[in-house]
């Protein structure tokens, strides 16, 4: 029988695809997404009849453990990826993180220890490590909490290895670095650039252009969260996805920029920046643990994984909540 399989935040960019590679797999899947009155499964609700009729979809909120816990009855495997993710947001209201990022990992593993769950994957964030102490960065460089949010993180996954230390929980803290692709959230960088281009804007605003980051395809994304899952060796680990490479802010914006409309430029917004001690001015991660470990490998190139983006969001349907007009924090 296939593994009973539940994906927390499956309606978010990161979660409907592992559920889409999941149910391909031929797992059982339980997609836990966030309840609203709207009756919004969120990205799930762009996936093909096919796809959404072998899901099984749970409306709750992460913050409440009994939902959590009903959500997790029956469940061999949890691949928890809720979260509250935009930095600038994190700023404003930090409370909100504290309670959707701690608590409601302490929600997942409580749930996990009392029903005896096989194998639980906790999403954890490149943000965690701050600005790159050494390069490539390796699971043992040091946390920084320089956000709201990356406090946050670093609190969710302190949580899930106090619970793999003191009771034995099977938790595996994955840590994607910064991950890519079709259905990304607009308050990212690329969906950013593409839907400013793509709305036909010249002025393309953005923030700081020097800082590095390691981009990650979403689909080598998923795929590396499943080889974590099939690795029991990786039970109490702390495991990096990453590329092992890195492009500054001004360089992928020009690339994007050149691909898509080559007459625009770039106009710095004091708006986008963040406070000076807060930014992340290089990310350039190490997957060597995790290509120790299983058979994974990166399988897109930025170029690829960027020409698959441009095409997704040049479908005018797909573009169409993307308010490129207006700064998404």
């Known amino acids: 029988m296939p593994k009973r399989v539940l994906v927390t935040g499956a309606d978010g960019f990161i979660g409907s ?41 749970f409306s709750g909120d992460i913050r409440d453990p009994n939902g959590v816990r009903t959500a997790m009855k029956d469940i061999d495997l949890v691949f928890h990826l809720a979260a509250l993710i935009a930095i600038p947001f994190s700023y404003h209201s930090p409370d909100s993180y ?18 005896e769950v096989d194998r639980i994957l906790v999403t954890s964030t490149s943000e965690v490590y701050g600005t790159a102490q050494f390069v490539p960065i390796t699971e043992e460089h040091k946390k920084q ?4 949010y990356s406090a946050s993180k670093i609190g969710a996954d302190c949580i899930a290895e106090s619970f793999f230390r003191s009771f034995d929980l099977p938790i595996t803290i ?15 960088i690329i969906p950013t650039i593409i839907s400013q281009l793509l709305a036909g804007y010249d002025e393309i605003k953005l923030g700081d252009l020097t800082p590095t980051r390691d981009l990650l395809y979403v689909k080598d994304t998923v795929k590396g969260f499943l080889d974590i899952s099939r690795c029991t060796e990786l039970i109490g680990h702390e495991v990096n996805i990453a590329t092992e490479s890195e ?10 920029i050149n691909e898509i409309n080559p007459n625009a430029h770039i106009l710095t917004d004091e708006v986008r920046l963040r406070p000076q001690k807060s930014e992340v001015f290089r990310l350039l991660g190490s997957s060597q643990k995790l290509i120790e470990y299983t058979s994974w490998k990166p399988t897109f190139t930025l170029e690829d994984g960027l020409q698959e983006t441009i095409n997704w969001f040049e479908i005018e349907e797909n573009r169409r909540s993307y308010k490129s007009n207006i700064y998404n924090k």
Do not use: C
């Open 17 to 57: 695809h592992l559920t889409e590679l999941l149910v391909r797999e031929g797992y059982q899947v339980r997609a836990f997404v966030y309840y609203n009155s709207f009756n919004s499964w969120g990205w799930l609700d762009t996936l093909s009849m096919e796809s959404i009729g072998q899901i099984e979809v």
């Open 98 to 115: 504290v309670d959707t990022n701690v608590k409601g990992t302490l929600n997942v593993v409580q749930a996990a220890k009392n029903l």
């Open 145 to 148: 909490p320089q956000s709201p």
């Open 174 to 188: 994955v840590r994607p670095f910064n991950t890519y692709g079709p259905r990304q959230s607009a308050r990212a």
């Open 247 to 256: 492009i500054s802010i001004g360089e992928l914006a020009n690339t994007i």
